[in-house]
T-cell receptor, first 112, second 110 residues
């Protein structure tokens, strides 16, 4: 069966510090991978998705970036965090671009 | 993707069926109805999805009206662990984006 991991589970960072969140998927090959953010009391916002290694599509302009260095690894980064970057970050995977998306456990980021 | 409308909350007695409604009157012919749920501080969990026909799996049943403008998620025997926010989503999947609204908060009472 397939499993998706995210770490860290929680993170508290000062404004202006860098960020690196990692997501890995097991039990499948060539998955589509997604990064979402859920701000407090709001719905999910798609940030990035990837259909393959090195292929990243950005949905909204922001100071975040994503990379996919390996088939089942997806990384969300920032060079300098803003207060508005606080939120619950979720990674998801699907087999195909129109298939069901399955979510990881999430990382709760607080920027102070 | 079409928009969905859900009541903000509902409650249900433990052991009884929970029927969660969703309206999607602008749904297109190629759009699926998906249901996810999110327990506090966890990632959304996929429940079920359907296009036209009713669907059932080990978690729930999905009843879609003939005109496809509304649907109902049924949890046949609700437990306390089913307390969560349930999201009804309509998507063709073509743009890869799942749009989660505010969902419906289901509270299962003992």
């Amino acid at each position: 069966s397939q499993t998706i991991h995210q770490w860290p589970a929680t993170l508290v960072q000062p404004v202006g510090s860098p960020l690196s969140l990692e997501c890995t998927v097991e039990g499948t090959s060539n998955p589509n991978l997604y990064w979402y953010r859920q701000a407090a009391g709001r719905g999910l916002q798609l940030l990035f998705y990837s259909v393959g290694i090195g292929q990243i599509s950005s949905e909204v302009p922001q100071n975040l970036s994503a990379s996919r260095p390996q088939d089942r690894q997806f990384i969300l980064s920032s060079k300098k965090l803003l207060l508005s970057d606080s939120g619950f970050y979720l990674c998801a995977w699907s087999r195909g671009i129109t298939d069901t998306q399955y979510f990881g456990p999430g990382t709760r980021l607080t920027v102070l | 993707d079409a928009k969905t409308t859900q009541p903000p909350s509902m409650d249900c007695a433990e052991g009884r069926a929970a029927n969660l409604p969703c309206n999607h009157s602008t749904i297109s012919g190629n759009e699926y109805v998906y249901w996810y749920r999110q327990i506090h501080s966890q990632g959304p969990q996929y429940i079920i999805h359907g296009l036209k026909n009713n669907e059932t799996n080990e978690m729930a049943s999905l009843i879609i009206t003939e005109d496809r403008k509304s649907s109902t998620l049924i949890l046949p025997h609700a437990t306390l662990r089913d307390t969560a926010v349930y999201y009804c989503i309509v998507t063709s999947g073509a743009n890869s984006k799942l749009t989660f609204g505010k969902g419906i908060t289901l509270s299962v009472r003992p």
